[in-house]
């Protein structure tokens, strides 16, 4: 089976940094992927991880470490407009155009 | 700007009927799409892939004959609820790969259709 874990929420303040972690059991590895979310809306992508290391997008970071099975999504400057769902997913099978896989999502709160 | 293409964003509809709803990549041709299912306060469930061509691959405990999926041409994918219940009202999203022309490996998101069934 697949499974993929991330903390159900999380609080962080205006300002702050915070990171959401994410961990995934799958039967193959072919990328992993940050979504965020606001209320209503469909996903929007942030971020990409196929190899080692960390990917840096303006104020989205995102880390991986396939020995570990484990992401982290880095957010630094934090703006109220933060305030989403973060999704984690991951792309078990080895063709670019197949499914991924989506864990349940961190509500992240951004209070001022 | 939005890459995929997705219609309607609303429907509301009587117990019974049919709705369909359209995805359509825009600039670039997907050979594959997919199909999700969203519920309140819950993460994307997939729901079936789409194949230009084939018979779409539905995930365990999708019925098949309830949602239908065509996928006509390598631009357009369409999900039909049929017979729809109240059971079926959900947020209903699709996502198609990039192509050539962007990222081949990133899977980019419709706006989503609420379907309310009455």
């Known amino acids: 089976g697949q499974n993929i874990d991330q903390p159900t929420e999380m609080t962080a303040t205006e300002g702050a940094i915070v990171q959401i972690n994410c961990t995934y059991q799958t039967s193959g590895f072919n990328g992993l992927f940050w979504y965020q979310q606001h209320a209503g809306e469909a996903p929007t992508f942030l971020s990409y991880?196929?190899?080692?290391g960390l990917e840096e997008k303006g104020r989205f970071s995102s880390f991986l470490s396939r020995s570990k099975g484990y992401s982290y999504l880095l957010l630094k400057e934090l703006q109220m407009k933060d305030s989403a769902s973060y999704l984690c997913a991951v792309r078990p099978f080895v063709s670019s155009a197949s499914k991924i896989i989506f864990g349940s999502g961190t509500r992240l709160s951004i209070r001022p | 700007g939005a890459v995929v293409s997705q219609h309607p964003s609303r429907v509301i509809c009587k117990s019974g009927t049919s709705v369909k709803i359209e995805c359509r990549s825009l600039?670039?041709?997907?050979?594959?799409m997919f199909w999700y299912r969203q519920f309140p306060k819950q993460s994307l469930m997939l729901m079936a892939t789409s194949n230009e061509g084939s018979k779409a691959t539905y995930e365990q405990g999708v019925e098949k004959d309830k949602f239908l999926i065509n996928h006509a041409s390598l631009t357009l994918s369409t999900l039909t609820v049929t017979s729809a219940h109240p059971e079926d009202s959900s947020f209903y999203i699709c996502s198609a790969g990039g192509g050539a022309q962007k990222a081949k490996n990133i899977q980019y998101f419709g706006a989503g259709t609420r379907l309310s069934v009455l």
């Open positions: 991880n196929v190899l080692d």
């Open positions: 600039d670039f041709q997907a050979t594959t």
